[in-house]
Protein backbone atom coordinates (compact mmCIF):
# COMPACT_ATOMS: atom_id res chain seq x y z
CA UNK A 1 0.00 0.00 0.00
CA UNK A 2 3.03 2.64 1.02
CA UNK A 3 4.69 2.13 -2.69
CA UNK A 4 2.01 3.43 -4.60
CA UNK A 5 1.75 6.48 -2.32
CA UNK A 6 5.26 7.39 -2.23
CA UNK A 7 5.42 7.01 -5.79
CA UNK A 8 2.36 9.30 -6.03
CA UNK A 9 4.00 12.09 -3.70
CA UNK A 10 7.44 11.71 -5.96
CA UNK A 11 5.29 11.96 -9.13
CA UNK A 12 3.87 15.52 -7.22
CA UNK A 13 6.89 16.46 -6.46
CA UNK A 14 9.05 15.67 -9.60
CA UNK A 15 5.92 17.81 -11.14
CA UNK A 16 6.30 21.14 -9.01
CA UNK A 17 10.31 21.18 -9.53
CA UNK A 18 9.84 20.52 -13.37
CA UNK A 19 8.71 23.69 -13.23
CA UNK A 20 6.65 22.64 -16.79
CA UNK A 21 3.46 24.83 -17.82
CA UNK A 22 1.57 23.43 -20.51
CA UNK A 23 0.55 26.05 -23.08
CA UNK A 24 -3.20 26.79 -22.81
CA UNK A 25 -4.09 24.93 -26.29
CA UNK A 26 -3.17 22.23 -24.61
CA UNK A 27 -4.41 22.32 -20.71
CA UNK A 28 -7.66 20.64 -22.08
CA UNK A 29 -5.78 17.59 -23.68
CA UNK A 30 -3.74 17.22 -19.75
CA UNK A 31 -7.06 17.56 -18.04
CA UNK A 32 -8.78 14.90 -19.47
CA UNK A 33 -5.98 12.51 -19.37
CA UNK A 34 -5.80 13.62 -15.74
CA UNK A 35 -9.41 12.41 -15.31
CA UNK A 36 -8.53 9.02 -17.91
CA UNK A 37 -6.29 8.17 -15.38
CA UNK A 38 -8.17 8.63 -12.15
CA UNK A 39 -10.72 6.63 -13.66
CA UNK A 40 -8.20 3.98 -14.57
CA UNK A 41 -7.36 3.81 -10.97
CA UNK A 42 -10.83 3.67 -9.62
CA UNK A 43 -11.34 0.74 -12.16
CA UNK A 44 -8.13 -1.06 -11.00
CA UNK A 45 -9.20 -0.56 -7.39
CA UNK A 46 -12.48 -1.55 -8.22
CA UNK A 47 -11.16 -4.74 -9.92
CA UNK A 48 -8.91 -5.24 -6.90
CA UNK A 49 -12.20 -5.48 -4.19
CA UNK A 50 -13.52 -7.77 -6.89
CA UNK A 51 -10.60 -10.18 -7.06
CA UNK A 52 -10.55 -10.09 -10.75
CA UNK A 53 -7.83 -7.54 -11.16
CA UNK A 54 -5.36 -7.93 -14.19
CA UNK A 55 -2.23 -6.39 -14.97
CA UNK A 56 -2.46 -6.56 -18.34
CA UNK A 57 -6.01 -4.66 -18.11
CA UNK A 58 -4.96 -2.24 -15.84
CA UNK A 59 -2.34 -1.07 -18.04
CA UNK A 60 -3.64 -0.97 -21.12
CA UNK A 61 -6.68 0.62 -19.83
CA UNK A 62 -4.37 3.65 -18.54
CA UNK A 63 -2.99 4.01 -21.95
CA UNK A 64 -5.47 3.43 -23.75
CA UNK A 65 -8.05 5.63 -21.92
CA UNK A 66 -6.01 8.77 -21.90
CA UNK A 67 -5.25 7.96 -25.52
CA UNK A 68 -8.78 8.19 -26.56
CA UNK A 69 -9.37 11.15 -24.26
CA UNK A 70 -6.78 12.87 -26.45
CA UNK A 71 -7.93 12.07 -30.04
CA UNK A 72 -11.36 12.89 -28.86
CA UNK A 73 -10.13 16.10 -27.82
CA UNK A 74 -8.36 16.90 -30.43
CA UNK A 75 -11.19 15.64 -32.98
CA UNK A 76 -13.56 18.11 -30.90
CA UNK A 77 -10.87 20.79 -31.63
CA UNK A 78 -10.70 20.05 -35.41
CA UNK A 79 -14.04 19.92 -35.84
CA UNK A 80 -14.80 22.94 -33.41
CA UNK A 81 -16.93 20.90 -31.64
CA UNK A 82 -16.20 20.59 -28.00
CA UNK A 83 -15.82 16.79 -27.96
CA UNK A 84 -13.61 16.93 -24.56
CA UNK A 85 -16.61 17.45 -23.00
CA UNK A 86 -18.11 14.26 -23.97
CA UNK A 87 -14.77 12.29 -23.01
CA UNK A 88 -15.09 14.39 -19.28
CA UNK A 89 -19.02 13.40 -19.29
CA UNK A 90 -18.07 9.53 -20.17
CA UNK A 91 -15.20 9.45 -17.42
CA UNK A 92 -17.45 11.86 -14.46
CA UNK A 93 -20.04 9.21 -14.69
CA UNK A 94 -17.44 5.83 -14.50
CA UNK A 95 -15.66 7.60 -11.66
CA UNK A 96 -18.55 7.92 -9.60
CA UNK A 97 -20.39 4.37 -10.24
CA UNK A 98 -16.78 3.29 -9.68
CA UNK A 99 -16.61 4.90 -6.49
CA UNK A 100 -20.35 3.93 -5.72
CA UNK A 101 -19.30 0.50 -5.84
CA UNK A 102 -16.15 0.28 -4.23
CA UNK A 103 -18.32 1.96 -1.27
CA UNK A 104 -20.59 -1.02 -1.32
CA UNK A 105 -18.44 -3.73 -1.28
CA UNK A 106 -16.24 -1.93 1.46
CA UNK A 107 -19.51 -1.63 3.38
CA UNK A 108 -20.40 -4.93 2.38
CA UNK A 109 -17.57 -6.33 3.35
CA UNK A 110 -17.52 -4.17 6.94
CA UNK A 111 -21.00 -5.20 7.57
CA UNK A 112 -20.48 -8.82 6.61
CA UNK A 113 -17.60 -9.42 9.19
CA UNK A 114 -20.02 -7.86 11.88
CA UNK A 115 -22.95 -10.18 10.69
CA UNK A 116 -20.17 -12.95 11.21
CA UNK A 117 -19.36 -11.63 14.72
CA UNK A 118 -22.74 -12.20 15.99
CA UNK B 1 -0.61 -8.25 -5.00
CA UNK B 2 1.40 -10.15 -6.68
CA UNK B 3 4.94 -8.08 -6.49
CA UNK B 4 4.81 -6.62 -9.98
CA UNK B 5 1.89 -5.59 -10.31
CA UNK B 6 2.34 -3.60 -6.82
CA UNK B 7 4.72 -2.00 -9.24
CA UNK B 8 2.87 -1.42 -11.81
CA UNK B 9 0.53 0.45 -10.15
CA UNK B 10 3.18 2.46 -8.66
CA UNK B 11 4.98 3.52 -11.97
CA UNK B 12 0.99 4.47 -13.01
CA UNK B 13 0.56 6.87 -9.60
CA UNK B 14 3.53 8.44 -10.43
CA UNK B 15 2.22 9.01 -13.96
CA UNK B 16 -0.90 10.23 -12.08
CA UNK B 17 0.73 12.50 -9.92
CA UNK B 18 2.93 14.20 -12.30
CA UNK B 19 0.12 15.11 -14.30
CA UNK B 20 -1.55 16.36 -11.52
CA UNK B 21 0.66 18.70 -10.63
CA UNK B 22 1.96 19.91 -14.00
CA UNK B 23 -2.16 20.40 -14.30
CA UNK B 24 -2.40 22.12 -10.98
CA UNK B 25 1.07 24.74 -12.07
CA UNK B 26 -0.64 25.09 -14.97
CA UNK B 27 -3.82 26.35 -14.12
CA UNK B 28 -2.73 28.19 -10.88
CA UNK B 29 0.00 30.23 -12.52
CA UNK B 30 -2.59 31.85 -15.78
CA UNK B 31 -4.17 34.55 -13.91
CA UNK B 32 -0.58 36.15 -13.03
CA UNK B 33 0.64 38.92 -15.38
CA UNK B 34 4.00 38.64 -16.23
CA UNK B 35 6.27 41.75 -15.55
CA UNK B 36 8.31 42.44 -19.23
CA UNK B 37 10.00 45.54 -19.10
CA UNK B 38 13.33 45.52 -18.41
CA UNK B 39 15.14 48.18 -16.12
CA UNK B 40 15.44 50.83 -18.85
CA UNK B 41 11.51 50.68 -18.97
CA UNK B 42 11.11 50.51 -15.53
CA UNK B 43 13.26 53.86 -15.20
CA UNK B 44 11.73 55.18 -17.65
CA UNK B 45 8.09 54.88 -16.32
CA UNK B 46 9.17 56.10 -12.86
CA UNK B 47 11.09 59.49 -13.95
CA UNK B 48 7.85 59.78 -15.53
CA UNK B 49 5.35 59.61 -12.78
CA UNK B 50 8.16 61.78 -11.19
CA UNK B 51 8.05 64.36 -13.68
CA UNK B 52 4.43 63.75 -13.05
CA UNK B 53 4.58 64.32 -9.62
CA UNK B 54 6.53 67.67 -10.01
CA UNK B 55 4.26 68.90 -12.27
CA UNK B 56 1.03 68.40 -10.07
CA UNK B 57 3.30 70.00 -6.87
CA UNK B 58 3.92 72.80 -8.89
CA UNK B 59 0.16 73.21 -9.88
CA UNK B 60 -0.86 73.02 -5.83
CA UNK B 61 1.72 75.71 -4.86
CA UNK B 62 0.67 78.16 -7.20
CA UNK B 63 -2.66 76.93 -6.21
CA UNK B 64 -1.86 77.84 -2.45
CA UNK B 65 -0.03 81.10 -3.27
CA UNK B 66 -3.60 82.27 -4.91
CA UNK B 67 -5.50 80.82 -1.72
CA UNK B 68 -2.97 83.23 0.45
CA UNK B 69 -3.43 86.09 -1.45
CA UNK B 70 -7.16 85.62 -1.09
CA UNK B 71 -6.66 85.17 2.71
CA UNK B 72 -4.12 87.52 3.34
CA UNK B 73 -5.05 90.83 1.33
CA UNK B 74 -7.75 93.53 1.97
CA UNK B 75 -10.58 93.20 -0.12
CA UNK B 76 -9.08 95.32 -2.65
CA UNK B 77 -6.16 93.42 -2.84
CA UNK B 78 -8.69 90.38 -3.30
CA UNK B 79 -10.21 91.95 -6.52
CA UNK B 80 -6.90 92.23 -7.97
CA UNK B 81 -5.99 88.33 -7.47
CA UNK B 82 -9.20 87.64 -8.74
CA UNK B 83 -8.94 89.99 -11.77
CA UNK B 84 -5.44 88.36 -11.76
CA UNK B 85 -7.17 85.02 -11.83
CA UNK B 86 -9.32 85.74 -14.60
CA UNK B 87 -6.36 87.38 -16.82
CA UNK B 88 -4.57 84.27 -16.59
CA UNK B 89 -7.12 82.30 -17.02
CA UNK B 90 -7.85 83.87 -20.50
CA UNK B 91 -4.84 83.57 -21.22
CA UNK B 92 -5.06 79.75 -20.89
CA UNK B 93 -8.25 79.30 -23.26
CA UNK B 94 -7.64 82.05 -25.71
CA UNK B 95 -9.72 85.04 -24.99
CA UNK B 96 -6.70 87.76 -25.30
CA UNK B 97 -4.22 88.22 -27.90
CA UNK B 98 -1.16 86.36 -27.22
CA UNK B 99 2.77 86.87 -28.15
CA UNK B 100 5.62 84.71 -28.31
CA UNK B 101 7.71 83.17 -30.89
CA UNK B 102 6.64 80.44 -32.95
CA UNK B 103 6.40 78.86 -36.02
CA UNK B 104 4.69 80.68 -38.94
CA UNK B 105 3.24 78.25 -41.95
CA UNK B 106 2.08 79.84 -44.91
CA UNK B 107 -0.16 77.30 -46.95
CA UNK B 108 0.04 78.21 -50.45
CA UNK B 109 -1.49 75.99 -53.52
CA UNK B 110 0.91 74.64 -56.19
CA UNK B 111 0.08 74.72 -59.51
CA UNK B 112 1.09 72.99 -62.18
CA UNK B 113 2.11 74.45 -65.41
CA UNK B 114 1.10 71.68 -67.66
CA UNK B 115 -2.30 70.94 -66.49
CA UNK B 116 -4.94 72.34 -67.86
CA UNK B 117 -8.38 73.02 -66.58
CA UNK B 118 -6.89 72.50 -62.73
CA UNK B 119 -9.25 73.53 -59.87
CA UNK B 120 -8.11 75.93 -57.68
CA UNK B 121 -7.18 73.70 -54.59
CA UNK B 122 -8.76 74.50 -50.77
CA UNK B 123 -8.07 73.01 -47.68
CA UNK B 124 -10.84 70.69 -46.70
CA UNK B 125 -12.04 70.55 -42.77
CA UNK B 126 -10.57 66.92 -42.75
CA UNK B 127 -7.15 67.72 -43.70
CA UNK B 128 -6.87 70.71 -41.49
CA UNK B 129 -8.01 68.59 -38.21
CA UNK B 130 -5.36 66.66 -39.42
CA UNK B 131 -2.89 69.69 -39.29
CA UNK B 132 -3.86 70.98 -35.96
CA UNK B 133 -3.77 67.04 -34.57
CA UNK B 134 -0.25 67.32 -35.62
CA UNK B 135 0.83 70.62 -34.17
CA UNK B 136 -0.58 69.36 -31.25
CA UNK B 137 1.23 66.43 -31.14
CA UNK B 138 4.71 67.66 -31.44
CA UNK B 139 4.36 70.90 -28.80
CA UNK B 140 2.27 73.92 -30.41
CA UNK B 141 0.78 75.57 -27.39
CA UNK B 142 -1.66 77.98 -29.05
CA UNK B 143 -2.67 78.19 -32.71
CA UNK B 144 -4.53 80.64 -34.79
CA UNK B 145 -5.78 80.00 -38.33
CA UNK B 146 -5.57 82.33 -40.41
CA UNK B 147 -7.53 85.25 -38.41
CA UNK B 148 -9.15 83.07 -36.02
CA UNK B 149 -7.93 82.08 -32.37
CA UNK B 150 -7.74 78.38 -32.56
CA UNK B 151 -9.40 77.60 -28.75
CA UNK B 152 -10.83 73.99 -27.24
CA UNK B 153 -14.16 75.08 -28.69
CA UNK B 154 -13.30 75.96 -31.52
CA UNK B 155 -15.34 74.05 -34.50
CA UNK B 156 -13.69 73.05 -37.88
CA UNK B 157 -17.12 72.32 -40.05
CA UNK B 158 -17.86 71.61 -43.53
CA UNK B 159 -20.45 74.38 -44.93
CA UNK B 160 -21.59 73.83 -47.85
CA UNK B 161 -17.81 73.10 -49.28
CA UNK B 162 -16.29 76.18 -47.51
CA UNK B 163 -14.22 75.06 -44.23
CA UNK B 164 -15.50 77.02 -41.75
CA UNK B 165 -13.68 77.90 -38.29
CA UNK B 166 -15.02 79.52 -35.22
CA UNK B 167 -18.42 79.87 -37.57
CA UNK B 168 -16.57 82.04 -40.20
CA UNK B 169 -15.38 81.10 -43.42
CA UNK B 170 -11.15 80.47 -43.44
CA UNK B 171 -11.23 82.40 -46.82
CA UNK B 172 -9.20 80.98 -49.74
CA UNK B 173 -5.23 80.25 -50.23
CA UNK B 174 -2.78 81.03 -48.90
CA UNK B 175 -3.45 81.01 -45.87
CA UNK B 176 -1.60 81.45 -42.89
CA UNK B 177 -1.51 79.83 -39.87
CA UNK B 178 0.75 81.03 -36.47
CA UNK B 179 1.86 78.38 -33.45
CA UNK B 180 3.14 79.25 -30.76
CA UNK B 181 5.55 76.94 -28.96
CA UNK B 182 8.08 76.88 -26.42
CA UNK B 183 10.65 75.26 -29.02
CA UNK B 184 9.89 76.05 -32.26
CA UNK B 185 12.85 74.70 -33.90
CA UNK B 186 11.84 71.26 -33.03
CA UNK B 187 8.36 71.88 -34.07
CA UNK B 188 9.41 73.13 -37.51
CA UNK B 189 11.88 69.75 -37.40
CA UNK B 190 8.56 67.48 -36.56
CA UNK B 191 6.73 69.37 -39.00
CA UNK B 192 9.01 68.97 -42.00
CA UNK B 193 9.79 65.36 -41.41
CA UNK B 194 5.91 64.50 -41.04
CA UNK B 195 3.76 62.89 -44.08
CA UNK B 196 1.14 65.25 -43.26
CA UNK B 197 3.60 67.50 -46.12
CA UNK B 198 2.62 64.45 -48.17
CA UNK B 199 -0.68 65.00 -47.81
CA UNK B 200 -1.31 68.57 -48.08
CA UNK B 201 0.78 67.82 -51.77
CA UNK B 202 -1.42 65.37 -52.67
CA UNK B 203 -3.96 68.21 -52.67
CA UNK B 204 -1.77 70.56 -54.38
CA UNK B 205 -0.97 72.39 -51.61
CA UNK B 206 2.36 72.83 -50.00
CA UNK B 207 2.97 74.01 -46.45
CA UNK B 208 6.05 77.23 -45.67
CA UNK B 209 7.77 77.36 -42.48
CA UNK B 210 8.91 80.48 -41.30
CA UNK B 211 10.19 80.61 -37.74
CA UNK B 212 9.80 83.72 -35.98
CA UNK B 213 10.71 85.38 -32.92
CA UNK B 214 7.65 87.48 -32.35
CA UNK B 215 4.43 86.70 -33.44
CA UNK B 216 0.87 87.97 -32.49
CA UNK B 217 -2.37 85.51 -32.12
CA UNK B 218 -5.72 87.20 -32.47
CA UNK B 219 -7.94 86.37 -29.42
CA UNK B 220 -11.03 84.32 -29.62
CA UNK B 221 -14.08 86.71 -29.27
CA UNK B 222 -16.72 84.77 -29.84
CA UNK B 223 -19.16 84.59 -26.65
CA UNK B 224 -18.24 81.00 -24.67
CA UNK B 225 -20.95 78.36 -24.84
CA UNK B 226 -20.35 76.26 -21.92
CA UNK B 227 -24.00 74.65 -21.73
CA UNK B 228 -22.32 71.42 -21.79
CA UNK B 229 -19.70 71.79 -19.58
CA UNK B 230 -19.61 71.29 -15.64
CA UNK B 231 -18.28 72.54 -12.24
CA UNK B 232 -15.53 70.61 -11.83
CA UNK B 233 -15.71 68.42 -8.63
CA UNK B 234 -13.00 69.55 -5.80
Same mark, same amino acid.
Given at each position: ??????????????????????????????????????????????A??E??????????G??????????????????????????????????F?????????????????????? | ?????????????????????????T???????????D?????????????????????????????????????????????????????? %????? @? $???? +?????? &???? *???????Y???????????????N???????????????????????????????????????????????????????????????F????M? %????? @? $???? +?????? &???? *????????
Amino acid at each position: MWLPLLFLIIGVTLGILTDIRIPDAYSDYLSIAVLAAFDTLLGGIRAQLEKNFDDTVFLTGFFFNITLAAVLAFIGVQLGVDLYLAAVFAFGVRLFRNLAMIRRMVIDQKLLTKFRKK | MKRSTQWLVAIVFLVIGFMVAVQFQTTSHEAQVRETRDVWEVREELKRQQEQQQELLDKIAIADQTIEDYDRSSSRDQLETLKESIESLENK %IGLRE @K $EGKG +LEMTIR &PIFD *EEAIGQEYPKISPHLLSRLLNELNTYGAEDVSIGNERFTTLSPIRDVNGATYVNNRPIGSLPMSIKVLANDAEKLQDYMEASPIQDIFNIDNME %IIFER @K $EQLV +LPKFDE &PLHL *ETLEEAGG
